[in-house]
């Protein structure tokens, strides 16, 4: 099993990036897909989630309106488009799948990302 996060950066305030999680080793669409991070000193918090099976998007409150998360089952992939970047939203990005069913879950390694100007 692996999940492999990709497009973390620097960007300055208001700038966009987009991240990708690339899945394998499990049946991807089973799967909940989400997005957490954890900035310096912090601990790790949930930032978006997509539903396994009708793929419905939930975000925390503090990255609405500025992310969104989509996913490609054909690529076995997950996306976290981020607009309009704030310092706050520094941190390491890490990917997650989860099975309700069986309770199994897995991490990626995460990836940076640094608002700064």
């Known amino acids: 099993v692996q999940l492999v996060e990709s497009g973390g950066g620097l960007v300055q305030p208001g700038g966009s990036l987009r991240l990708s999680c690339a899945a394998s080793?499990?049946?991807?669409?089973?799967?909940?897909m989400r997005w957490y991070r954890q900035a310096p000193g912090k601990g790790r918090e949930w930032v978006a989630g997509?539903?396994?099976?009708?793929?419905?998007?939930n975000y925390a409150d503090f990255v609405k309106g500025r992310f969104t998360i989509s996913k490609d089952n054909a690529k076995n992939t997950v996306y976290l488009q981020m607009n309009s970047l704030k310092p706050e939203d520094t941190a390491v990005y890490y990917c997650n799948a989860f099975r309700s069913a069986s309770g199994y879950e897995y991490w990626g390694q995460g990836t940076q990302v640094t608002v700064s100007s």
């Open positions: 997509l539903t396994s099976v009708s793929s419905i998007a």
């Open positions: 080793g499990f049946t991807f669409s089973s799967y909940a």
